[in-house]
C-alpha cells in the first residue's frame, strides 16, 4: 500500500507538471500574438472611407464590355452644369416634382443600369446616402441646358495633363466632398468614356490618386549630371 501510495503520488505531481507547464506555454503564445482585426481596430481615414464603398463590383467592372452606342461624353457631363463643380440638373421628366431618394431616384442611380425609356444607362450616383437628391439636382425647364448670362464659368480641368511629373499618377483635379467614391464615377458603363478608368479592381484609388490642393508648375525631367566631382 505503502508502495502503490507513492506511485499514485508520482502520477499526480506528473499530472500537475503537464497542466501547468501546458497551460504556461499557451499563456506564451497569446501574449506573443497580436490581433490585427478582433481587438485591434485600424483606425480609418473618414475622407477615404468612401472610397471602398463599391469595391465589390469593381472585378464586375473590369470585366464588363463597353457599349460604345450608349457611352455618356465629357461634353454631355460638363454640358448638363451650370459650372464647374455644380451639381448636375435632372436632364429627363421626373416622376414627382417633390420626389426623393429611394422612391424614385435612387432605383436608377444607386447600381446604375441601362434604362430603355431614356436609352441610356444611368451614372451612379457617390453619394446614395444623400437622400433628398432634389435639394441641389433641379430639373431642365428650358430647351437649352441653361440660358446664356454673363455669368464666368472656370474652364473645366483638362483630361490627361494633371500629373505632377512626367509618369506619375494623375492628381485628382476636383474637390472631394460629395465625390469621394471614385468608382461611382470613374467605372461602370455609366461613367464617361474620357474618365473611365482602366484598373477599377485597385480599389484603393487614394493611395495612389491625391488631390490637387494648389497649382504646380511644369518641371523637366531630372537628369543626373555625370560629371566629376574632382573638376
Known sequence: MKRLGILSLFAILFVAFVVIWN????????????????EREVPIIPSESA?????EFALEYLNMPIDENHQRTLDTYYGNRAYTGA???IPHPVKEERSMGGKVC??????GGFVEKFNAYAPVTPHPEMINCRQCHVTQVARSTFAANTFYKKPAPAVGVNNALDGSPPVVPHPLQLRENCLACHAGPGAVKELR?????RINCRQCHVPKTGETRAAMSFIRANTDVNE
Do not use: M, T
Open 106 to 111: 435612387l432605383q436608377c442611380h444607386q447600381n
Open 87 to 89: 451639381p448636375p440638373s
Open 23 to 38: 497551460y504556461s506555454y499557451e499563456k506564451g503564445l497569446e501574449e506573443a500574438y497580436i490581433p490585427i482585426s478582433e
Open 51 to 55: 472610397v471602398f464603398e463599391r469595391s
Open 197 to 201: 478608368i482602366d484598373h477599377p479592381e
